[in-house]
């Protein structure tokens, strides 16, 4: 770390202290929903929420508090079903309470103008580490940056093309991520770069693997760069046997959809980088992305960063000032690590809330847990679906909240919204994403609202 100043009203004790308030908040929220509305959902109703058989019963304490602190479903009226976490999952009091003990620690610094919380930057850079399935010592090869916009562009930018190489993807990837490479090859005609679609030829159920990815290798494929879970089907790449079976070519993977639903594991995937948008599973406010890359692709970036900034340089005295003349640019950037992509002004906010609901995720809950939760009710749901005769996305590996429908008639989500069922359609299906706040009762609350709408004769398709 480059700073060395101490700010003792934003020190770590105080977050969790932050924390532990938050567990008692779990009652404040109950209470206010039981006197505002007699059909709120009770501390008893929230007691009856079933679990997979195998949960143990302090895991199944912490789940049902977690419902408990979603301000959404504790408000109001007890007719609401949220299905749209693929978008962003609903926000919960965790994070609530460390972004108002962020505020009231900011206001209350006279160094609020350079508060920058290095040591909950760098724990929370652990927890990030941690949730990737990486060691302490590798947490280096992991930077903070804005959104996965930002961090692909920082790929794109500093990994050294050679004229004519090949950038591989699948045709119906995320939007952001096809249109960036198509811009990036755009602004560098010099290198000759050549972008080549994996053809999903309209196939919905489409993924790919080491075998039928095999057709479009050859030796100019430098980089495939692709989403582990694809938003719009649920259904999951499988990156593993693409990393094996083509360990030359770098695979960049984009883990929107997947941090914060399930374990995840860079090194197991064999990626050379990946990254993702903190908003989503997470829950922290937009404007965090995080970024990986491994040593073997760190060695192939250029010396110098996209962006350079001081938090890149290996050693700078803040005290002494800046004059030009005293950099040696490139003997100064950090040219082994992430951290040379670093900004000196980080997103504080959202390391502070991700310090929270990290901590929260990774030691009270557990991902494991959280996978498996997911998995239970994505199973009770696809029967749901299944037995309203309503045809499903499927496949061999899925992720285990996203369930996507072969609905696409407006009608219904009129008729969802009408009902307050938060879920999205877009193109030709409706998806239905499950987060681990949602019970088994939500389940059966669309149930009943599918059956409405088949009796009032909608059609799921037109
Ligand atoms: C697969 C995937 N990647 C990335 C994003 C977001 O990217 P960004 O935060 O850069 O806009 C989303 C959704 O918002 C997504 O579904």
Redesign the pocket.
């Known amino acids: 770390m480059n700073g060395t100043t101490v700010y003792p009203e934003v020190s770590i004790d105080d977050i969790s202290l932050s924390l532990s308030s938050t567990k008692l908040d779990t009652t404040v929220v109950d209470e206010r929903s039981l006197s505002s509305n007699d059909s709120a959902p009770t501390a008893d109703s929230i007691c009856e929420l079933e679990f997979p058989e195998s949960f143990e019963d302090d895991k199944i304490r912490s789940f049902k508090e977690f419902r408990s602190m979603i301000p959404y479903l504790q408000s109001g009226d007890a007719e609401k079903v949220f299905f749209n976490c693929?978008?962003q999952i609903l926000l919960n009091n965790i994070v609530v309470n460390a972004i108002n003990d962020f505020f009231a620690n900011r206001s209350m610094s006279p160094d609020a103008e350079f508060m920058v919380f290095d040591k909950t930057v760098e724990e929370t850079r652990q927890l990030y580490g941690k949730l990737l399935g990486l060691s302490e010592d590798d947490a280096d090869k992991i930077c903070y940056t804005?959104?996965?916009?930002?961090?692909?562009h920082l790929i794109q930018e500093s990994f050294q093309f050679k004229k004519g190489d090949t950038i591989l993807m699948i045709d119906n990837?995320?939007q952001?991520?096809n249109l960036s490479w198509l811009g990036f090859v755009e602004n560098h005609p010099e290198l000759e770069l050549n972008l080549k679609f994996i053809d999903t030829n309209g196939d919905k159920n489409f993924i790919v693997d080491g075998d039928s990815i095999a057709q479009y290798m050859d030796e100019s494929v430098k980089v495939l760069s692709l989403?582990l879970?694809?938003?719009q089907s649920g259904l999951q790449n499988n990156v593993k046997s693409i990393t094996s079976k083509f360990p030359d070519v770098h695979t960049i993977v984009?883990l929107?959809?997947d941090v914060g639903f399930h374990p995840v594991d860079v090194q197991d995937l064999g990626c050379s980088a990946a990254f993702?948008?903190c908003?989503?599973g997470l829950s922290v406010p937009?404007g965090l992305?995080i970024l990986y890359m491994n040593s073997e692709f760190l060695s192939c970036t250029k010396t110098l960063p996209p962006f350079v900034n001081i938090k890149g340089l290996a050693k700078f005295d803040s005290n002494a000032g800046a004059i030009v003349e005293d950099f040696d640019l490139k003997a100064c950037i950090h040219s082994s690590n992430a951290l040379k992509y670093e900004h000196s002004n980080k997103p504080n906010l959202q390391i502070y809330a991700s310090h929270a609901i990290l901590g929260y995720l990774l030691n009270d809950l557990g991902m494991d847990n959280v996978e498996k939760y997911l998995k239970f009710l994505r199973t009770k749901m696809e029967a749901t679906l299944l037995k309203h005769g309503i045809e499903l996305f499927d496949g061999e590996t899925k992720s285990p909240n996203i369930v996507v429908a072969n609905i696409n008639n407006p009608e219904w989500m009129k008729f969802f919204k009408s009902k307050k069922c938060t879920v999205s359609q877009f193109r030709y299906i409706t998806r239905f994403s499950i987060g681990i706040y949602n019970s088994v009762k939500d389940i059966d609350a669309l149930d009943a609202i599918l059956m409405e709408g088949v009796e009032k004769g909608l059609k799921f398709l037109v």
């Open positions: 693929s978008s804005r959104d996965s916009s930002e961090s692909l990837e995320f952001h991520n989403s879970t694809m938003y984009d929107t959809q993702f948008s908003f989503k937009q992305g």
